[in-house]
Every structure is written in C-alpha cells, then in structure tokens.
C-alpha cells in the first residue's frame, strides 16, 4: 500500500460532490481552513509556554 494515485483521487472528489453537491464544498473548505489556523495558532501558544515554565524553573 503507497500513496493515493489519481484514480483513487477523483473517486473522492466524486463522492464529495454527490454528498454535499458544489455550493457548500467552499463552505466545507473556508471551515477546514479556519480549523487548521486555529489549531496552529493554540499549538504555538502551548510551546510558548511550555518554553515559558522551562525558563521559569531554570532561574
């Protein structure tokens, strides 16, 4: 088992667009973007202070 090839790729899209038809793909799209801007923006605040205690328990 490898990577996808573009068979595999277009039977997804097909699917995709039979469940939720053209007009709310975009929709699906901006709310997937906004999660992933979220969950990286929540990833750097916990290594900033993660960083922050280290600095606080080596002084």
Same mark, same amino acid.
């Given at each position: 088992?490898?990577?996808?090839? !573009?068979? +595999?790729?277009? /039977?997804?899209? /097909? $699917? $995709?667009?039979?469940? &939720?038809? =053209? @007009?709310? !793909?975009? #929709?699906?799209? @901006? =709310?997937? =973007?906004?999660? /992933?801007? #979220? &969950? *990286? +923006?929540?990833? @750097? =605040? +916990?290594?900033?202070?993660? +960083?922050? @205690? *280290?600095? #606080? #328990?080596?002084?």
């Amino acid at each position: 088992m490898g990577s996808m090839g !573009i068979s +595999e790729w277009l /039977v997804i899209l /097909v $699917v $995709v667009l039979l469940l &939720f038809g =053209g @007009k709310k !793909i975009p #929709e699906l799209m @901006k =709310g997937l =973007g906004t999660g /992933v801007r #979220e &969950f *990286k +923006e929540a990833a @750097k =605040g +916990e290594d900033k202070a993660a +960083e922050t @205690k *280290k600095e #606080e #328990e080596t002084k």
